[in-house]
């Protein structure tokens, strides 16, 4: 299992479809992924489970990923969040 | 395994609610049906018209029909009717509810309306 700790950065935060975008990442591979705020882990392959982390801008996640193609998976969610989900801002 | 799901709302909440998620999902919400519950002076939505809609969404593994409010019109027309059917219905619709029913689709008709239930329920939180 590989973790990585990362900062919500676009500004709505994780709303409804940036959850949804990347609970297709998580779901397009083998490994199972945890993701975590200081309250809550939940499992990143539900949608209103991500949602429920109700997680902002400026929010850190825990990111856990376990599985064959764990590092592909890790680095694909990195790059969804750190891109913004694919929004301007 | 396929099952499949019917709104019955009052007026336009459920096709809403189907356009919100579909917002949310970027995709469509494939089996995913509603009918508008209407009890205007020039239509009244009557048991044919549910029933017909029951049989409709029914592609031979159940159906799951999600109501907006116990008590009212179109939860009591359709627990009249789910003796006739393989149906189930879940009182309390909310896009919680619809968003994790169509996720776990595939389920049984008893596993799926459970699901429905227990996820509605857990996703409201008071904040302050």
Not at chain 2, 5 to 15: A, D, K, R, Y
Not at chain 2, 17 to 32: D, K
Request: proline share 1%.
């Amino acid at each position: 299992m590989i973790s990585r700790k990362l900062t919500i950065v676009n500004k709505l935060g994780l709303h409804a479809r940036a959850a949804t975008r990347l609970v297709s990442c998580a779901s397009g591979f083998d490994a199972e992924t945890w993701i975590g705020n200081d309250e809550k882990t939940v499992n990143g392959k539900s949608i209103m489970g991500v949602l429920t982390l109700a997680a902002s801008r400026g929010t850190e996640l825990k990111i856990e990923v376990d599985g064959k193609d764990e590092k592909d998976a890790i680095q694909s969610i990195a790059s969804l969040i750190e891109n913004r989900f694919g929004e301007d801002e | 395994m396929s099952v499949g799901i019917l709104l019955v709302t009052h007026g336009q909440l459920g096709e809403a609610m189907i356009g919100v998620a579909e917002f949310i999902l970027e995709r469509p919400l494939a089996g995913v049906r509603y009918i508008r519950f209407d009890q205007s002076e020039t239509h009244m939505t009557g048991h044919d018209e549910l029933r017909a809609a029951i049989q409709d969404s029914d592609e031979g593994d159940g159906v799951l029909i999600l109501t907006d409010l116990i008590g009212a019109s179109p939860a009591n027309m359709v627990s009249e009717l789910l003796p006739e059917f393989q149906a189930a219905m879940a009182t309390g619709l909310n896009l919680a509810m619809l968003l994790r029913v169509w996720n776990y689709r595939n389920q049984s008709l008893q596993s799926l309306t459970g699901k429905a239930v227990r996820g509605a329920k857990r996703d409201i939180e008071a904040w302050s």
